[in-house]
């Protein structure tokens, strides 16, 4: 586990762990940066002789476990398996927990590429699914077709409409169930949110987003409770080969060190731009966890630490009023994806949610959604002034 292990993790706190967990100085040069161990294969010491565990990098690389080590300290879990992207984490987590002829809830406001996955990809194969509300537990309950459920799936936030989900009773719905709860926390990130430690028992990123931080890589995390279930997850890994490059690794690993500093910036940026919001003629609703009228803000008050960096509102104009907005921004990027220290703005309903547009989980055409950045608050809300302005 590098420089902590698991039970050490819990005697430090987030920023630390951030900065060194799983990464101890090179031991053959004293770097205190983890090298990028740009290397297919390894020398063994004699036949079966493995120099470090190592042999082969899809197997294992030392930059890969670096990060996995890390991610499995910061959100409080047992294992970590880093991956190519985001979506091949999905497809991993559900291909080892489910067979053929499974059953899966999922929530009706989630990511696009979910819904592509299970329904394009995952349903061919065998796999069933129903949707349930993610502010509704009950319903979550209702869902469950018992000994044949075998996960529930959760993001919360949710992508678009930051819907948020009640992990611990949806954990003890699972546990009754004999299903397993894996939440996407990659709109909360570990420093917002511990899902793991409320009773989840998987943890999945897109690490492309607020773990990298900058934009520039691509890539996604799972973490187990289990370590066993962890192992599973990287013995799939290492039999379809979706792994995290190296070079990918490195520069997870170089967001991760600035992650609180960051959220906590994007956190008191948005907070503002809500405030700017909420007050426009222009506006017609603002979905924000951190709004007290949200249906979900007592429970993310309870379950995290801030509310996050992401916006979404509707227009009163429609969705030409929508269109008319994400084109007139100066500093917010017209741009899909979220989580980078620059501002984002797109229309979900035509650019990351346009494979449900013809769906029932379809988002409103007049939605606008707001990755919020680290730039200067008051650039921010004059460049959104701006594109409000008929």
Known sequence: MGLFDTSDARAYDFETLAIHAGQPADSATGAVMTPIFATST?????????????EYSRTGNPTRRALEDCLAALEQGARGVAFSSGMAAEDAVLRVVCSPGDHVVIPDDAYGGTFRLFRQVLQPWGLEHTSASVHD?????????????????VETPSNPLLGVADIAAI?????????????????????L?????????IVVHSTTKYAGGHSDVVGGGVVTASAQLGDAIATFQNSTGGTAGPFDAYLVLRGLKTLAVRMDRHCDNAERIVDFLTGHEAVGAVFYPGLASHPGHGLAASQMKRFGGMVAFRLRGGHQAAVDVCNKTRIFTLAESLGGVESLIELPATMTHASVADSEFAVPDDLVRLSVGIESVDDLVDDLRHALTA
Request: hydrophobic share 45%; no cysteine; net charge positive.
């Open 42 to 54: 390894y020398k063994q010491d004699g036949v079966g002789g493995l120099r470090g565990g190592y």
């Open 137 to 153: 537990t009950a319903a979550i309950a209702a869902a469950v077709r018992p000994g044949r459920t075998k996960v529930i799936w």
């Open 171 to 191: 954990a003890q719905i699972a546990k009754d169930s004999g299903a397993l709860l894996v939440v996407d926390n990659t709109f909360a990130t570990p420093y």
């Open 193 to 201: 949110q511990q899902p793991i430690a409320l009773g989840a028992d």
